[in-house]
Every structure is written in C-alpha cells, then in structure tokens.
C-alpha cells in the first residue's frame, strides 16, 4: 500500500466513485457520503436492498456535525472510550445526509475506524465516507482484498489491499436514537464494554419475529452465508463431534459431499479435505479472524452440506461469534 494509491482513492471518492478500503472490521465499499448518486452505485454494486441503511465513516470529530443531528453525552462517551475502533453509533441525522444513505431512516449509523489506510484516505477525500461491507449482498463479508476482488470485479474503481482485517467481524452496531442504548449487532466492542459506559444495553433479538418492527433493516436479511446450506451444532463439545461425524456418515451414504467447521482440537475426528479448523476452541478472536474466510473456503469446495461446530461461550467477542454463525446458519440449530 502506497500514499499514492491513498491519494488516488481520495480523488476518486471526491469524483463520485467506488473505493473498497481497509478497516480493522472487514472490507469496506466507499463513497462520498454527501454524493446519492456514487452512494447508488454501492447499492447496485452489492446487489444491496435499498432498505438497508450504510455507516458512515469518518475520520476526525470535526466532520462529525455533517453527520448527526446532536450528540447526546451518552454518545460522546461511547466516541472517546471506543473511537477510532470497531464500533458505529446510531443517532439522528443531518439532513445533509442524503436519504438513500440511510434508507429514509431519520437516524444514521456513524463510525470512526481504527486504520491508517482508512483513516489517511477519509481525512484526504476530505468528506464523510458511506460504507458497507465490500462483498455482494448476502455473500460472507470480506476480510481479504481478494475477496473484494472475487465479489466485485469491475464494479469497484479500486481496492486498496492492507492484508488481512484484523478482527475480521462487521462492527458493533449501538442505537443511542431513542431513550435507551440497544444494540442492534454484536461485535468487537463487547456488549460488557458498553456496559461500562452506560449502564445496562438492551440485545435487540438476532431473529426478526414476524409482527415486531423491526429496529435496524439489516437484521431482517439473512447476512453471512455460504452457498451450501450450514447447520449449526450445540451442545457439549464431545457430543458435537458425535453428532457431525454421524450426520457426515448418513449424508455421504446419499451422495453428498459434507463440509465440517469445528476447531483445532477436534480436527483429528474429522481427518480429511472437507475439514476447517476456526481455530484452538473458545479462542474467539481466532474464531472471529478465519470465519468468513472458511465460508468462502466452504464455497470453492462445492460442498453440498457444512455441519459446524457452534461457539461455545457468548461471553465478550464469543457473542458476535454466535451471531454470525446464526445467520451463517439460517438459524438451521441442533442441540446435541
Ligand atoms: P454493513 O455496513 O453491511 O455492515 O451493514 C450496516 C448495518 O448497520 C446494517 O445491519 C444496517 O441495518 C445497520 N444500520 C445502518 N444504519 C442504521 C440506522 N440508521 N439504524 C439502524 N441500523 C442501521
Ligand atoms: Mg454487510
């Protein structure tokens, strides 16, 4: 990565093109935030329902107040403890803010993320920069350029490649519009670092219920997912391993070809191609770091069926594991 690729980037945004970009979360897909046309592209790029609301990132308080109507005291904790980092605030809106950025909402999610590439080209495209994930809508988000590149082809003017995303989980989204915090989408920024901040959060449920509104659009899709359809096994983790082999014996008996995801520990169970490994089990940041990597894995594999080995702790980061892997799953869950 070079400071003028950087540049470049920025000049691109400014001209109302498409910028994928490095942050510490995934893959993100740029465009001038102030721009509805170049944003319009990121909904055609991504094949994204327009119903679905972009973060806004940016890179220094001072753009902030192009951005959000006012910033409660409660949000300005939150942007000092968190910011620059892996964590998008929802507060109402500046009408600057085109509505396709926000789906209309009168709320916008905002975000100042913790990596110099994104940092250097938001501050030198000089203007508060929607993103959303860099891949196709509903594909496994980004944590590799490649994956940018795999996705998006010549619908991106550029894909600046910083490597590997460090967390390798969308950020943590926190609703602070109304009159108390909710959190609409786990991540790297904890449900108990919130709690430091503000008190008790309210887990807004993963799972739309048909009849209840539903508080942020993005939740109602089914995000995260391979091609093959993935089930989720819980339960002691012997009695996963028990349960994955045997399904693996029936499945393979029809014909099938079986993908498992389990953890380092139990690979030697599953000794063949088809295996994936998220990592030493209940280390969630090595989870978190190869998921959406194994998803895709799963996909050039063709397999026909993954069965995964579900996270076993909600604590800390454990909780945007369990998440992912929920809608990764389709909620398709089995208790063993
Ligand atoms: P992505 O950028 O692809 O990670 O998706 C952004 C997520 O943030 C989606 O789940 C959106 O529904 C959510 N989001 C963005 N803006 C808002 C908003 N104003 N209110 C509630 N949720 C939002
Ligand atoms: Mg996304």
Do not use: C
Not at 17 to 25: C, G, K, S
Not at 147 to 170: F, N, P, T
Not at 222 to 231: D, G, N, Q, S
Not at 311 to 321: D, Q, T
Request: proline fraction near 8%; avoid cysteine; charge should be neutral.
């Amino acid at each position: 990565m070079n400071e003028q690729q950087i540049a470049l980037g920025a000049k691109y945004l400014r001209e109302g093109r498409l910028v994928a970009f490095p942050t510490e979360t995934v893959y993100g897909l740029g465009a001038n935030a102030f721009d509805a046309t170049a944003v319009n592209r990121i909904f055609l790029a991504k094949g994204r329902p327009a119903d679905n609301p972009l973060i806004v990132h940016i890179a220094d308080y001072a753009t902030l107040p192009q951005v959000v109507g006012r910033v409660s005291p409660e949000a300005e904790r939150l942007m000092r403890a968190f910011w620059p980092g892996p964590l998008s605030i929802v507060l109402p809106r500046n009408r600057q803010i085109p509505d396709i950025v926000t789906a209309g909402l009168d709320t916008v999610a905002v975000r100042w993320p913790n990596h110099p590439v994104a940092t250097a080209l938001i501050r030198q495209a000089g203007v508060p920069v929607a993103a959303p994930s860099a891949n196709r809508s509903g594909r496994p988000s980004p944590t590799l350029a490649q994956h940018v590149a795999e996705d998006l082809g010549e619908q991106v003017d550029l894909i600046l490649d910083a490597g590997q995303a460090a967390i390798g989980l969308e950020s943590t989204v926190v609703d602070l519009s109304a009159d108390k915090p909710i959190l609409l989408r786990p991540g790297a920024v904890t449900v108990e670092d919130l709690e430091q901040i503000l008190g008790a959060v309210e887990i807004a449920s993963t799972r739309p219920t048909p009849g209840q509104p539903v508080r942020s659009p993005g939740m109602k899709y089914t995000h995260y997912a391979p091609r093959a359809p993935l089930y989720l096994y819980l339960g002691e983790p012997d009695a996963v391993v028990q349960a994955q082999g045997a399904r693996r014996r029936e499945l393979e008996g029809e014909g099938k070809r079986v993908g498992i995801l389990t953890y380092d520990e139990f690979r030697h169970a599953f000794p063949d191609s088809g295996t994936l490994s998220l990592g030493r089990y209940n280390r969630p940041s090595e989870a978190a770091q190869s998921l959406y990597q194994l998803l895709r894995r799963f996909d050039e594999q063709n397999v026909d069926v993954i069965l995964a080995h579900g996270y076993p702790s909600a604590a800390g980061l454990g909780l945007a594991l369990q998440n992912r892997l929920l809608k990764a799953a389709g909620y398709r869950l089995l208790w063993v």
